[in-house]
């Protein structure tokens, strides 16, 4: 049976035709992950006592298996992950008589991800990878194919899922370039510290420095960063104010807020950095905030990430507070401000993005 899958902020629930519909901004149904538990549900790959999952994402079959343990750098996905009950690890240093990966978008992030799979697999251990068709599963089964000499592959759902055997045999020159891709970098001609495979990982987004160009330097009070990324308005905010209360990082990317650790200036504010889904509201409230919404675009735009943002930051903001954003000039965020009770105005924009300043009035 192929499930879909719907991860939301309370957990995961399957099959999803039984629940109605499913709240729009975490629906996430996986097929590739379908193809990945495949051979094992067909018994064509054995399932062993552990398995390693990186890029964890719960599935009602794991639940048969003996153990399995959770990698998962997106905070979402890794409370989906927990509270359907599997195991979860942050540092994965042990080896494994099976790795199973769902790769990130990025190339260089799946080829790096290849090699640390190889890395954590005892030997005769297996790696089982699943890449959606267009997200180029074919390629990257070639990669794998060349640099350990043999895979096994099964076909379904649109997606690929390949096995490939750790041996002595695997090519130790492309590992160590593989190996390479996963490492913290410098964006070229910056000081920034960045990762393959989190937002913006070669480049300042042209929309967050729009934003960094027109933000004040009159902030009182605490700052939040919501989607904070690899730290760059944070950054931006703190070269302009020196004199904060507090400046607190939300970001569900594990990866992008280690590099915002780096990112940031030792400086006497206060800085915190939280794991968090902005979606699910935030701990605190805020004198100002900041943000670069993020969305998904794929064959059409899907603002419901967007939106649920705006409406954490309108929830967050003190009486008086107020939010500083930037958006592609396309998507309709202005109505949404309006409904939640702040007054906007357009403080610039470009061919691509538009500045965004709102305000939660003080009652009168
Ligand atoms: C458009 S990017 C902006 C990143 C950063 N502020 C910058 O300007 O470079 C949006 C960010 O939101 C993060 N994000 C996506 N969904 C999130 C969620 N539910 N909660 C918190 N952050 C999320 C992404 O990982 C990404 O780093």
């Known amino acids: 049976m192929c499930y879909s899958i719907y991860v ?49 994402e719960p599935h009602p079959d794991l639940k048969e298996w003996p153990e399995v343990t959770g990698w998962q750098p997106s905070k979402p996905l890794a409370d989906a992950w927990e509270k359907a009950g599997f195991g979860r690890m942050e540092q994965t240093g042990e080896s494994w008589p099976l790795v199973m990966l769902l790769p990130g978008k990025s190339r260089e992030e ?54 490939a055997v750790k041996t002595a045999a695997w090519n130790a020159a492309t590992l160590a370039e593989w190996r390479q891709f996963g490492e913290p970098r410098q964006i070229p001609s910056t000081e920034f510290i960045v990762e393959a495979g989190i937002f913006s990982a070669d480049h300042i987004d042209p ?39 507090a400046l607190h990082l939300y970001e569900a990317d594990a990866r992008a807020l280690a590099c915002a650790r780096k990112n940031l200036p030792e400086t006497a504010v206060p800085i915190e950095y939280h794991w968090h889904d902005v979606s699910a509201g935030l701990p605190n ?29 309108a929830d967050s903001l003190r009486t ?31 061919s ?13």
């Open 8 to 56: 939301t902020p309370q957990g995961i629930s399957f099959p999803a035709s039984q629940r109605g519909s499913p709240p729009p901004i975490f629906r996430r149904v996986s097929p590739a992950l379908e193809t990945l538990l495949l051979p094992f549900s067909r018994g064509e790959f054995t399932v062993p006592k552990q398995a390693l999952f990186l890029g964890a």
């Open 320 to 350: 008086g507070g107020r939010l500083f954003m930037v958006a592609n000039r396309q998507l309709p965020y202005e109505p949404e401000l309006e409904r939640l009770g702040l007054v906007w105005r357009k403080v610039a924009e470009d």
């Open 207 to 245: 929309g967050s420095a729009l934003l960094a160009e027109h933000l004040p330097a009159n902030f009182r009070g605490s700052v939040a960063d919501l989607g904070a990324g690899w730290g760059f308005l944070s950054r931006a905010v703190l070269e302009k104010n020196l004199k904060l209360k």
């Open 352 to 364: 691509v993005y538009k500045v965004i300043f709102a305000e939660r009035r003080m009652l009168r």
């Open 285 to 313: 409230k805020y004198e100002n905030i900041v943000m670069n919404p993020p969305f998904h675009s794929g064959q059409s735009t899907d603002i419901s990430l967007g939106r649920a943002f705006l409406r954490t930051a």
């Open 110 to 163: 799946t080829l790096a991800a290849f090699a640390r799979g190889y890395d954590l697999l005892r030997d005769g251990g297996s790696l089982v990878v699943a890449i959606a068709n267009t997200a180029g599963a074919a390629r990257f089964e070639k990669d794998l194919q060349e640099v350990a000499g043999k895979v096994d592959s099964v076909q379904k759902h649109k997606c690929r899922c390949f096995r």
